[in-house]
């Protein structure tokens, strides 16, 4: 692998690294330049990577949600508004995972300026690959437009067979499927059979379980830079990253402090808790960036660390 980036300078471009700190994996890899324009968070544009927990009643009706009236009728209940569900089962080490409920206090993060106009440049992205992630922002106003929080992810490349390819460096903490054989007619004919075992109509090889009503973890590529994107939400909507999901630590935007209430699993084992991809831009490139400026009616937000 070379020398460790920790040792000294940082890699060259184009190469990927392997360092081991502060108990997470990290890698470095590189980022061209790419402008991000950012979107409304809503149900639907961010489904590919989660889901976005709000009140159907002040949002339009979305999501679509099973309601039920509460506490003798003063309160109305949302049923089922996200999926937490734990994956841990598929992990190397089989060590099992529990619920844990964490406080981030998230300051606003600084903005730069690219060609006149204020961007948020994108260092790092991570993933939990065996559990969702629900972040929930508390002492915020949604109606409030001078703070909010930036909400960035990335769609995962598929492992490639290619040599020379650097995502299979990563080491990836999911079983990487063997490759599937063609079934025979036969063996086709027979798995459509009722179960002569079990006086089912179901083969005995169909998996059965709870984790068929959760959108499964995203798998081991690595994130691709390229169809990046990025949603801007409001006070009054949190978000839950799909098991997997590449995403950038939570960026606050404005002048004030957000504490989100962060619920996930996790079982004490670095490599299936969480991964880091570092992105480092060449020399004299910007790398992903991400434009917030065209969002906000008034002035560019001058956000301050």
Not at 26 to 55: C, H, K, M
Not at 197 to 208: E, I, K, M, V, W
Not at 264 to 277: F, H, K, P, W
Request: charged share 20%.
């Amino acid at each position: 692998m070379g020398k460790d980036p920790s040792e000294g300078s940082l890699p060259t471009c184009g190469n990927l690294w392997l360092i081991v700190k502060a108990a997470i994996r990290r890698y470095f890899i590189s980022a061209s330049n790419r402008t991000i324009r950012v979107e409304d968070l809503t149900p639907a544009t961010f489904s590919p990577f989660g889901s976005v927990v709000q009140n159907p009643a002040s949002h339009g009706g979305a999501p679509r949600l099973e309601c039920a009236v509460a506490n003798q009728g003063s309160a109305k209940k949302w049923l089922d508004i996200t999926k937490m569900q734990n994956w841990y089962g598929m992990g190397r080490s089989k060590e099992a995972a529990k619920v844990v409920m964490n406080m981030f206090v998230c300051s606003p993060r600084r903005l730069d300026s690219m060609n006149g106009r204020e961007v948020f440049k994108v260092g790092v992205l991570e993933r939990h690959p065996f559990t969702p992630q629900t972040f929930v922002p508390t002492g915020l106003d949604g109606r409030d437009q001078k703070t909010c929080y930036l909400v960035i992810v990335a769609p995962t490349l598929p492992l490639s067979s290619r040599k020379g390819d650097q995502s299979d460096k990563m080491e990836p903490v999911y079983p990487v499927p063997a490759p599937q054989r063609k079934t025979s007619l036969k063996e086709r004919l027979l798995g459509a059979r009722p179960n002569l075992f079990t006086n089912d109509h179901t083969p005995s090889t169909t998996p059965t379980g709870s984790w068929s009503d959760a959108p499964t973890p995203k798998g081991p590529g690595l994130p691709d830079l390229g169809n990046m994107r990025a949603f801007i939400a409001r006070g009054d909507q949190a978000v839950t990253y799909g098991a997997g999901t590449w995403h950038a630590p939570m960026v606050v935007l404005g002048q004030q402090a957000i504490e989100f209430v962060v619920v996930q699993y996790a079982n004490g084992v670095a490599d299936e808790d969480c991964q880091e991809i570092l992105l480092e831009a060449g020399s004299g490139e910007d790398g992903v960036a991400v434009l917030v400026d065209s969002f906000f009616d008034e002035d560019p937000l001058k956000a301050k660390l």
